[in-house]
């Protein structure tokens, strides 16, 4: 898969991911990939700040992509997220496959576009609780 990492669409995102091919749909994009840590480890990093690239496969395997910033997975963007764009939609899942994460496309995406999928509901109430409580240093 071509995919590039360049400046997202959506306001105040930083960094998205792009296809440079047609990607249709059910197609596994890409691996979230990252060290393996378990739960408990990743709380502890959370403690520390050093969280938000976390793929949660079970309690005891965990995908964090935090420090993994040569794997192009944890650049995918939520368009449901804090910076929205109207009428902008996810266009892909994450899916777990045995031990491993992927961004599959639940439609076609076109050459050019961003790839978006959702960081779950649960991922931005607690972002939002955390921003209006000024937990963020």
């Excluded at 059910?26 to 709380?43: A, F, L, P, T």
């Excluded at 700040?49 to 964090?64: E, P, S, V, W």
């Excluded at 439609?107 to 937990?135: A, H, M, P, T």
Aim: charged residues 30%; glycine residues 8%.
């Amino acid at each position: 898969m071509a995919l590039v990492v360049k400046t997202s669409i959506l306001p105040s995102a930083g960094k998205g991911l792009f296809t440079n091919k047609l990607i249709l749909k059910g197609q596994k994009i890409v691996e979230y990939r990252g060290e393996i840590i378990n739960w408990k480890e990743y709380e502890r990093r959370v403690n520390q700040d050093r969280a938000g690239y976390l793929l949660y496969i079970n309690k005891k395997r965990c995908i964090d992509a935090f420090d993994a910033h040569q794997y192009k997975a944890r650049y995918a963007n939520d368009a449901k997220g804090l910076s929205r764009i109207k009428g902008l939609k996810n266009n892909a899942v994450y899916e777990i496959h045995g031990d491993k994460g992927f961004i599959v496309a639940t439609r076609d995406i076109q050459v050019g576009e961003e790839i978006f999928v959702s960081y779950s509901k649960e991922y931005w109430d607690c972002i939002r609780y955390n921003i209006k409580n000024n937990l963020y240093n």
